[in-house]
Each structure stands twice: as structure tokens, then as C-alpha cells.
């Protein structure tokens, strides 16, 4: 099978795509952290303006093709190198998801705690600080892991701009090997699958780990 | 023994429905207020009026002489200052119950750490509590939650404490311990507003009483006044729902 011996020969290639895949993924997991956490709070706890645009802004990104958006922000005039588009274009796209993924996290803390700071005389940001958001990671992880394991794939979108990672390799051993397509697929979805495991695995370590004690675990 | 809390005139209304109206009445240092009346009299919403969780529309709260019922007043402050007790205790479920009751003094009062686990260690033994220290609320039962809501309030070391129907959520069982806690405050001279539907703790353990009827106080006065010789014949109609219970 000549195909598997080109494959293990451009391994070193694959290694540096997945090292670039997770590069954007971690980039744009941050932008849409980020995001997507201001955007919740500025629904919930925001005063009518920025709660108008919160939800304009989360209901715009929510309606714009991932690949629509990347090539909006690719080809905006800022000259942005590709993997910085990818980036902030699929950063934004997620944080329209992790938004709705924060907000139903935090209306899940139960609101006479909220009630019991303000009694006790505590600021609302501080009570968000040290009340809401640390329920809300933990409330947060589950539905969150989902968010991720969605957008490893998802950075797979990012060689139509140019950012050489998993798919731009497999796109290259196509082009000069014939006919091999599917085997090469192949291959690109057990690493998928691979990094997809590896990283869902140590979200479920966290979340057994943030458990409060009396409370329900997943089994 | 000197005023702590006197409050004049105060009205409240939810749309056009008058909840609060006219309220007055003082309390003394180290005394312990029942406030009583049927469901729906407004005697949450008056204890709510006092810390500002439910803004009154008008009149004077005067708390050691200074009216805290201004634009110009750092409720937060005051807030510190009044502790609370809610019904459904709302004990933060991502602390344990150290946490809890330091939580008061590190992140509101801003004292030391050291000084916090100090005076939260020693709330914690009041409300006899000590053995949880480390566990969560969801651990504990209803009674033991509640217990451990009375030592938070107590840890902000307030000048006075609310407790807002702090038994209504529990099993008669779970009753009789969060009340022996509110008793032995009473006798360790904590002043307290205690809205409640105990009439026997209101009677026993109150240094007054007011009853309150459709956002009115209807009448006032010592506990054991009010209840062996109630003025009102509204007053003698809510305690003869109660008569023979005690």
C-alpha cells in the first residue's frame, strides 16, 4: 500500500498541521470565551442598551455561515494573516453559542443567592464575581465540552483561507498522490477523532473535579 | 437602653396596591421584635423596606439616629449592618460552610482572612455547628442550612438582625432547632426583627410585638401585653386562630 507509506512519511507534516489546528482552536476558543461570556452578561445583568446590543450582535453571528464569516473578516482591508482571521472569524461565530451556553448557566443559579449577597451588602459585580461565576464554570463545563469538541472541528474550515493545519495537508497529499482520496479522509478523521477524544477526556477529569459535594454527578 | 431603630411614616406600593402604609414604631437595643399577621399583611415587605431589598416609596428609617432612607445613603453599608435571614436560606451551594459564614467578613467587611476563619469559626459554634465546618450546604438538612444563615448573618457582626419567616420552609421538627438558636440570641442581647408565624416564640421569647393587617400596624406593644390583652378585635380574631395550640 503505497498511500500508508506516504502517509507515515508526511507525519512530521500532520504533526505541525495538528500543532496549527490547535493553535486556532485555542485562539478562537479564547474569542469566543471572551465574547460570548460579555454577551451573556450584558443580556442578563445589563441595563436595556447593552442588552439590545448584546442580543443583536449574538442574534447576527448566530445567523452568518462560519464560512461566510471567514471570508468577510479575511478579506476586510486590515490585512489580517490568515490564521488571525480564522481566529477572530471563528471566535466570534463560537461565542454566539457559548453566550446561550454562560447564560443558561448562570439563570441556574438559584436567585435568592444573588439576593442574599445584595442583603449582606455586596456590590453586583463583585456578587457576579464571587457568587454567579464560579457556579456558572462549573454549569457550564458540561454543554461547554460540546462547544469544543464542535469547534476542533470547525478548525477545519480555516484552509479555505490558507492556514496550513489537517485539512490543507490531506488537500496537498491528494494533489500529488492519485486516487488515494478516501484513504487519506480516512486517516484525517481518526486524528479528528483522536485529538476530539484527548480533549473531551480532560474536560470530564474538570468537571468530576469542580463536583460540589450533595449535588448530582454524572455518571 | 438607647434606640437603635426607629422608623416613621413608611409607606410602600406595588402599582396601585398599597402594601406598606403608615408604618411606625422603635426599637430599643438588644430587643427582639415579633412582627405577626396573616399572609399577604405586608409584614415581609416591611422587613424587605428596612434593608432596601424592596425600596419604600416614603418616610424615615433611622438607624442609631441617621436616616437611611436617602439617595445620599450608602445602602450597601447598611445592608452590612442589618443582617438578613431569609426563609429558603439561600446559603451559597458552591462554598462550604466555613466559606459561607467567612464570606461576610473577607469579601464584604474586607477583613484579614485570619480574621474572618475567627469569627466565622466561632459564629459556627454558636449556631452549634461546628462538626459541618466543611461541608456543603446541599449536605445539610433544612434546619442545619438555616442554622448556618443565622451564623452568616451574625458574621458581618451587624447592629441588628431581620429574619424573614426564618422556620416557615421547615418540618415542625427542624423548627424547634433553628428557634432554640433565635432564643439564646434573644437572651445574648441581639437585636432582632423576627417576622413569624411561631406564635410561641413570639409570645415567649419577644420583648415586643406588632400586628400588622393589610399594610397597617393595628396595634403594638409588649409581647406578653398583646397577647393576654389584645385591644383590637382584628388582633383578638388572627390570635384566636392560635389559641389552644400554645
Known sequence: MEIIKILISELPQFAKGTLVAIEVLVGLLFVGIVIGLAIALAEIFGNSLTKFLATTLRKFLWAIPQLVLLFLVFYLPFDLNPMLAAIIALGLCSSAFQSQIFRGAILSVQSGQIEAAKAMGMSRPRTIFYIVIPQMIRLSIGPWTNEFSSELKDTSLAYVVGVVEIMRNAKYIIAYTYGNTAAVYLFVGILYFTLTRIGTYFFYKLEDRLWVPGFEKRS | ?246
Open chain 2, 1 to 246: 437602653m438607647s434606640t437603635i431603630l426607629e422608623v416613621k411614616n413608611l409607606t410602600k406600593k406595588f402599582d396601585d396596591n398599597e402594601v406598606l402604609k403608615d408604618v411606625s414604631f422603635e426599637l430599643k437595643k438588644g430587643e427582639t421584635l415579633a412582627v405577626i399577621g396573616s399572609s399577604g399583611s405586608g409584614k415581609s415587605t416591611l422587613l424587605r423596606c428596612l434593608n432596601h431589598l424592596s425600596p419604600p416609596d416614603s418616610g424615615q428609617i433611622l438607624l442609631e439616629g441617621i436616616n437611611i432612607n436617602t439617595p445620599e445613603t450608602d445602602i450597601n453599608r447598611v445592608r452590612a449592618d442589618m443582617g438578613f435571614v431569609f426563609q429558603d436560606f439561600n446559603l451559597f451551594t458552591h462554598l462550604t460552610i466555613l466559606e459561607n459564614v467567612m464570606f461576610g467578613p473577607l469579601r464584604v467587611r474586607r477583613w484579614s482572612k485570619d480574621k474572618a476563619r475567627q469569627i466565622a469559626t466561632a459564629e459556627i459554634k454558636t449556631v452549634g455547628m461546628l462538626d459541618k465546618i466543611d461541608s456543603y450546604p446541599a449536605q445539610l438538612s433544612g434546619g442545619q442550612q438555616q442554622r448556618i444563615s443565622i451564623a452568616r448573618a451574625l458574621a458581618l457582626k451587624p447592629k441588628l438582625i431581620l429574619f424573614d419567616e426564618p422556620t416557615s420552609a421547615l418540618d415542625p421538627e427542624l423548627t424547634g432547632e433553628v428557634l432554640s438558636v433565635m432564643t439564646d440570641l434573644a437572651h445574648s442581647g441581639m437585636t432582632a426583627i423576627v417576622v413569624t408565624h411561631e406564635m410561641g416564640f413570639a409570645r415567649s421569647v419577644a420583648d415586643k410585638v406588632i400586628f400588622i393587617d393589610q399594610g397597617l400596624i393595628v396595634e403594638q406593644g409588649p409581647s406578653k401585653t398583646l397577647f393576654s390583652a389584645p385591644q383590637h378585635e382584628r388582633t383578638k380574631l388572627f390570635l384566636k386562630n392560635f389559641s389552644g395550640l400554645e
